[in-house]
């Protein structure tokens, strides 16, 4: 599902780049070749945090319990319809999200917590929020 989500993010980069705002990933594990499978859905730059500093003091989880959840396997068949495949490696219980922000002392544009996998964040939102980003040149 987060390779779906990446493509998707990418779709957004012509824009981003016409505002002058960069896209970012972090990502909290390489195991095997993650990374690199990850490259060609995600057009920015992609961060490593093994120390998941940026996943914030309290890391947000969904246990196996949240795999019975409808809106999951809803998600689950929407990426895969669509053709893309996860793996199954690594610590896939942390919830992810995706934040827009501004500069100097703007802060957070926007701020998007998945409460299941694969609740995707609105495509528009990022856009409107990338728009109150002040460029500095």
Not at 41 to 61: N, S, T, V
Not at 116 to 128: A, H, Y
Request: proline share 3%; glycine share 12%; net charge negative.
């Amino acid at each position: 599902m987060y390779l779906q989500e990446a493509a998707e993010l990418s779709s957004l980069k012509p824009q981003l780049d016409e505002l002058g705002v960069p896209l970012y990933a972090v990502v909290k594990e390489n195991v095997g070749t993650e990374i690199q499978d990850f490259r060609p859905h995600f057009a920015g730059e992609i961060f490593l945090d093994e120390k998941q500093a940026f996943y914030g003091p309290q890391q947000r989880k969904m246990g196996v319990i949240g795999f019975i959840r409808l809106g999951v396997w809803q998600n689950f068949i929407r990426a895969w319809k669509s053709g893309y495949q996860g793996n199954m490696n690594g610590e896939g219980f942390i919830l992810g999200g995706v934040f827009v922000i501004g500069s100097g002392e703007q802060g957070v544009l926007l701020e998007h917590r998945e409460k299941e996998f694969g609740d995707k964040v609105s495509i528009d939102s990022i856009l409107e929020a990338a728009k109150k980003i002040v460029v500095e040149k």
